[in-house]
């Protein structure tokens, strides 16, 4: 790491320090001796046969979905245990799931051809053994992911067993046991549905991928750019992290774990520079959930995306841009903003890493994440783009001794990759068992119905009720199942109300991802909060005051579509632009009550107003909030004139 040290804690290197971290955070069990020896194994094969079937030859869908979990669930009961008591022993229970995971994937695997011709007569094993994959993928996702994700699947299982009891619309008709087991197990609809193609195919890449750069030096590498560019400006470190967070969160899919590995380096940098430890917490968590909402990965949902949406991928990250870097604006001005009240300096050119030497170390690695960008761009498929980008990390990382992985390093970075994807898996497969429920019970279109018969069909009402929705249902789940349920629940409400499907999307994706840092479940800030030794609640406000614009921006493109490009010509597009660049400043100032210099209650309040308007597209609206935004900052600023005029006439008579 670049920056000096300033105790033991920071002496420790970046791995060390993200171990720390997950070791408070994600209780995992110390395997030892023979049962260390079979998880490695399996998790350095797990590595291998993705990069296989990505790059040479992939099985058919079922066949190479049902090897996917059958080793993730395997290696889940291997690592995870069921209760803290069982941290250092491997429970005999534990060894029958990891067998019965394997025994179903190897069931499916072999009589694949027979299973299809059974769906609609199942007989007893495949009942059998799709109950025990329901009752695994649970518990695993428990271990994993804690009980929110698990509770919203057992709801779903009990509607679609018990929904025939209840009265009036939101009632199904009566489903067996039987034909539920079937429906999760036999079918694409559950289980086995697009969640899991899509882990089983492109993100176990992208995950390998973070894995490798981890260990050839990589991810630093995008750390250490970060800083070289931003880093001697005023709040420069803070910027460093937004730039250095976006970047990995858009690959990571998990603002929990980006902040656990950026946030180790970035917050105390921002600590010494001079930014309150709540604050520092607050920029770590807002920018590494905003990683989720930047194209072009979009923490993989955006593949799930253009599966849902039916919108061609290379479309759908050119919708999904503006509004992203919008976001990123918003958060850099509140940061600059803030090193301006706080009167903060950059880091001196000794203290940051020189471009060149960031570059030579590790700048060909970071060829990897822009390969990515732009094979999706000119229409190569996810899986050929993730493939390509593992390969160049590889290559790549041979041509320099510093960065060259050794036998043993490349173990350990098949080993991660697998095991950092075991809980993306697991939360993937149980909101299958969600998914599964609404194409069962036709709960989606009903819970639709319901929004708009509660909205009474005013689009601005159904908007807000789906905004909390998707707060609510985000609070402790991962985005990329939560959208896959909210997707299939929620975003059909919108689209009865005409708006646009890529923005009816692209709105409940946004909401999903700001539960990260929505109190009172605000895990994101909470954990950025541990690291910056600050309390949680300011940090969490912290963290909700800077992503304050992602609450705005998605009522925006709903309302207005010109602004993710939809029905609109160049000219509208750079007019919707601007106009929201000038209302982004002026939240931000509002939200810091800083315009030149401070502004008072009143001011606040009406540069608030004035950003809403701008940012919502309309002429009217435009003339107002600019002419709002004209006059106190007109104000503000020969305030700020005359004060420093009078200091310095204050200076010379003394």
């Not at 570059?359 to 060909?364: S, Y």
């Not at 009720?465 to 249902?473: E, G, K, N």
């Amino acid at each position: 790491m670049f920056f000096k040290k300033k105790n033991k804690e920071e002496n420790l290197s970046s791995e060390e320090k993200l171990e720390k971290m997950n070791s408070k955070f994600e209780r995992t069990r110390e395997l030892k001796g023979i049962a260390l020896k079979i998880f490695t194994a399996m998790a350095i094969f797990m590595s291998l046969y993705h990069l296989y079937s990505s790059g040479i030859k992939m099985l058919p869908q079922i066949q190479h979905k049902a090897i996917h979990l059958s080793l993730a669930l395997a290696l889940t009961y291997f690592i995870f245990p069921g209760s803290a008591k069982q941290k250092k022993r491997l429970p005999w229970y534990d060894i029958l799931c990891i067998v019965l995971s394997i025994a179903i994937g190897l069931y499916i695997t072999l009589d694949y051809q027979n299973l299809i011709y059974r769906i609609g007569e199942p007989n007893t094993m495949d009942l059998f053994l799709g109950a025990a994959a329901i009752i695994l993928v649970l518990e695993a996702t428990r271990r994993t992911m804690g009980w929110p994700l698990v509770s919203v699947a057992l709801v779903a299982l009990g509607y679609a067993a018990f929904g025939h009891l209840i009265p009036g619309q939101l009632g199904h008709k009566a489903y067996s046991i039987s034909r539920i087991i079937e429906h999760m197990f036999m079918t694409s609809e559950g289980i086995y549905g697009v969640a899991i193609y899509v882990t089983s195919t492109f993100v176990f890449i992208f995950i390998l991928m973070g894995a490798l750069l981890g260990e050839t030096g990589g991810a630093q590498a995008f750390i250490d750019l970060a800083f070289s560019l931003t880093g001697r400006f005023r709040g420069g470190p803070a910027k460093a992290a937004i730039i250095g967070s976006g970047f990995m969160g858009t690959i990571s899919g998990s603002s929990f774990a980006n902040v656990a590995g950026t946030g180790t380096f970035t917050i105390p940098l921002m600590k010494s520079v001079g930014y309150k430890p709540s604050f520092a917490g607050g920029v770590e968590a807002a920018a590494s959930s905003g990683g989720q909402i930047m194209p072009p990965i979009m923490g993989a949902a955006a593949f799930i995306m253009a599966e849902m949406t039916g919108v061609a991928y290379n479309k759908l990250i050119i919708y999904a841009i503006i509004p992203a870097v919008l976001y990123y604006i918003s958060v850099f001005l509140m940061v600059d903003i803030e090193a301006a009240k706080l009167g903060l300096s950059g880091l001196s050119k000794e203290e940051l890493p020189k471009i060149s030497e960031v570059f030579k170390r590790g700048g060909l690695l970071l060829l990897a994440p822009l390969s990515i960008f732009y094979m999706l761009l000119v229409g190569y498929s996810p899986i050929k783009a993730s493939f390509t980008a593992v390969i160049i990390v590889l290559v790549v990382s041979t041509l320099r001794k510093e960065t060259r992985l050794n036998p043993k390093q490349l173990a350990i970075a098949l080993e991660k990759g697998a095991r950092g994807a075991l809980s993306v898996i697991a939360a993937c497969a149980v909101a299958g068992l969600i998914v599964g429920t609404v194409t069962l019970t036709g709960l989606g279109l009903k819970f639709a119905d319901l929004i708009v018969m509660l909205a009474n069909g005013n689009l601005y009402m159904a908007l807000v009720l789906t905004m909390v929705a998707s707060i609510i249902m985000g609070m402790g789940m991962p985005t990329t199942a939560l959208y896959i349920i909210l997707g299939s629940m929620v975003a059909p409400a919108l689209v009865q109300l005409d708006v646009p499907i890529i923005a009816a999307h692209l709105f409940i994706f946004y909401f999903g991802c700001m539960a990260a840092v929505t109190p009172p479940v605000a895990l994101s800030s909470y954990l950025a909060a541990a690291i910056a030794k600050a309390d949680s609640v300011k940090t969490a406000l912290s963290g909700l005051k800077l992503a304050s614009s992602a609450f705005i921006l998605p009522f925006v493109f709903a309302l207005s579509p010109e602004l993710i490009l939809i029905n609109t010509t160049p000219g509208k597009t750079v007019k919707v632009v601007i106009s929201a660049l000038i209302g982004i400043f002026a939240l931000a100032s509002s939200l810091e009550k800083h315009l030149f210099t401070k502004t008072n209650k009143y001011e606040s309040i009406l540069l608030f107003a004035a950003a809403l308007m701008l940012i919502i597209p309309g002429i009217m609206t435009d003339i107002i909030g600019l002419a709002l935004v004209a006059v106190i900052g007109l104000k503000k600023y020969y305030q700020r004139k005359s004060i420093k005029e009078n200091s310095m006439l204050e200076a010379n008579e003394i």
